[in-house]
């Protein structure tokens, strides 16, 4: 869980600098920061998915995953929570309860939470939470000038939610061969370089609905094992 613990400790850690520099940091600076930040998740996304052994298994995936998560409607779903949440929680409880729903939701409703605290969890490579950590951490410094204190609350949440995922992945890898493991991270890779593009402000891609790619990539590679189907 090393990787949840420290993208937790960068959101705290990011709170204190904001506010320390509470509306000195300036747009231009921020996104500067952001888009750097952007280029490394992208690096750390190729590397993931060039661990594949069979690029059918993660284009099939990519296919069935997008069209089982457009049925789905996962990015709607998630997005109608949070809104929802921010409504419920959020309204006419004060800055710090908005700051702690509203940081929470961008922080743990993604594919990069979920993808990082699986890799963390079956391989132990906890690289792409880390650099969940510094968009987390630059993002809390940014919430935190705006949106004041609250923000470092959202930890909890972060550290509860990813850390449960880890502590599962860790668990059920025993059911998993390195073939399963390298497509679904090769796979996942794929979605985090989406993120990328996310960030960087290429291209919107609803990441949320490509989730379920991470599951088909495991039973295809199941299947292509079974079937000792050779490419």
């Known amino acids: 869980m090393t990787g949840t613990i420290v993208n937790a400790a960068a959101i705290v850690a990011g709170t204190a600098i904001g506010l320390l520099f509470r509306k000195g940091i300036s747009e231009s600076a921020n996104q500067t920061v952001m888009n750097g930040i952007g280029l490394a998740v992208a690096l750390i996304g ?20 997008g069209i089982i998560g ?15 949440l921010e409504t419920k929680i959020g309204a006419g409880e004060g800055e710090v309860a908005r700051a702690f729903v509203t940081t929470s939701l961008i922080y743990c409703v993604g594919a990069m939470a979920i993808m990082g605290a699986l890799e963390d969890g079956l391989t132990g490579n906890a690289t792409t939470l880390y650099a969940k950590s510094l968009l987390d951490g630059t993002s809390a410094v940014i919430f935190t000038s705006t949106m004041g204190f609250g923000v470092a609350f959202s930890a909890i949440p972060v550290l509860i939610y990813q850390g449960a995922i880890t502590l599962a992945a860790d668990f059920l890898k025993s059911l998993l061969n390195p073939g399963m493991i390298n497509e679904m991270t090769a796979t996942g890779g794929l979605l985090i370089v989406g993120i990328a593009s996310n960030v ?32």
């Open 46 to 65: 190729f590397k993931m998915a060039f661990k594949t052994e069979n690029e059918l298994i993660v284009i099939l995936s990519l296919v069935l995953g």
């Open 70 to 84: 457009e049925i789905l409607d996962i990015e709607g779903w998630l997005g109608r929570i949070g809104t929802y």
């Open 200 to 231: 960087l402000g290429i291209k919107k891609i609803k990441v949320g609905n490509l989730l379920p790619a991470i599951l088909v990539a495991v039973f295809l590679s199941w299947l292509w094992q079974k079937l000792n189907i050779n490419i």
